[in-house]
């Protein structure tokens, strides 16, 4: 009866160890997985939080004529010390001659918040792109650290030849559509005179059938 008592008693031991390992290792599992998930956590909410800095030149909303360039955070962060560069660089200004690239906002400006852009003149779009000793592709790349000290780099590729359709494009609102309108009734009211003096005036006897049946087309035309 001992000896039973003791296989018992290792029996149920061995079952007890080998329950408190499988418990041991499912909790050791669920660690690993919340800790994968917490740090899965983290790196989307560290890249959401990361500043974006895009630089682009095309025509101005409102002006097409007008070629200007813009420089936007689109990240979700601050962006800090944006530096940018030109390949080829291009001849901002002729006399005293200075390249984009040396202009002050591209040499280090201090600060662009989540959102926030900045825009300005870069020539006039038809001369400049008439201009056969301008460039009219080039490579832009930007430089810029985040609100951990951490630096970024971007590189992108401005094509002006795109948008060179929406250069002569003329944006028509509506006092536009009042001028045609107004356009439209002259030349119908100098139809309308003209058509009359045609009507009143004196034909041949044998056209007087002719101009009576116009005339009557002309009065159901005025009803």
């Known amino acids: 009866m ?3 008592g003791s296989v018992f008693l ?8 080998i329950m408190m390992a499988y418990v ?4 050791k599992r669920s660690t690993e997985s919340t800790r994968a998930l917490v740090n899965e956590i983290k790196e989307i909410r560290k890249e959401e ?7 682009d030149i095309k025509p101005k909303e409102q002006s097409p004529q007008i070629l200007e360039v813009k420089v936007a955070n689109i990240g979700g962060g601050p ?3 944006i530096k940018c560069s030109f390949q080829p660089d291009i001849v901002y200004r002729k006399e005293p001659k200075i390249m984009l690239s040396e202009l002050p906002i591209f040499k280090g400006l201090a600060h662009l918040a989540p959102g926030e852009q900045m825009r300005f003149f870069f020539a006039a779009a038809v001369e400049y792109m ?6 009219k ?3 832009v790349k930007t430089f810029y650290t985040d609100i951990v000290g951490d630096a970024h780099e971007k590189s992108y590729h401005i094509d002006l030849t795109v948008t060179a359709a929406l250069l002569f494009a003329e944006e028509k609102g509506l006092s536009d559509v009042v001028l045609e309108i107004e356009r439209l009734t002259r030349e119908v009211c100098w139809l309308r005179k003209n058509v009359e003096s ?3 005036k004196d034909v041949e006897p044998r056209r007087q059938d002719i101009g009576g049946s116009l005339k009557g087309i002309y009065r159901e035309m005025k009803k």
């Open 130 to 135: 008439t201009n056969k000793n301008n460039p």
């Open 24 to 27: 041991a290792y499912r909790i």
């Open 49 to 55: 939080s990361k500043p974006y800095i895009v630089l």
């Open 10 to 17: 290792t029996f149920t031991g061995a079952i007890y160890l």
């Open 79 to 81: 962006a800090f010390n």
């Open 137 to 139: 592709e080039f490579e």
């Open 2 to 4: 001992e000896e039973w």
């Open 198 to 200: 045609f009507l009143e």
